[in-house]
């Protein structure tokens, strides 16, 4: 379900963002689950006032493959 507020979030992210890496999602900054270089799921970010507003975590492998996503870390 959908969390709101930074402690919210924050208690949600804690330790499953691990091993994601950073991404260009559709040509923006976002975050890649790729193990073994196969995107399995995506982080994108929406941004207001220079903090993060909203983020949105795609694990379906059809909407991922519509998506332009280029590994930034190796």
């Known amino acids: 379900g959908e969390k709101h507020g930074p402690n919210a979030v924050a ?5 499953r963002a691990h091993g994601a ?4 999602v559709a ?7 790729a193990p073994g270089g ?5 982080f994108t970010f929406r941004i207001e ?3 993060i507003a909203e983020i949105e975590m795609l694990g379906d492998p059809e ?5 332009d996503v280029v590994l930034l870390d190796s």
């Open 11 to 15: 208690t949600e992210f804690y330790g």
């Open 21 to 24: 890496q950073r991404a260009l």
């Open 27 to 33: 040509g923006r900054p976002g975050l890649a689950w």
């Open 38 to 42: 196969q995107v399995r799921g995506v």
């Open 49 to 51: 006032h220079g903090r």
């Open 63 to 67: 909407r991922i493959g519509q998506l």
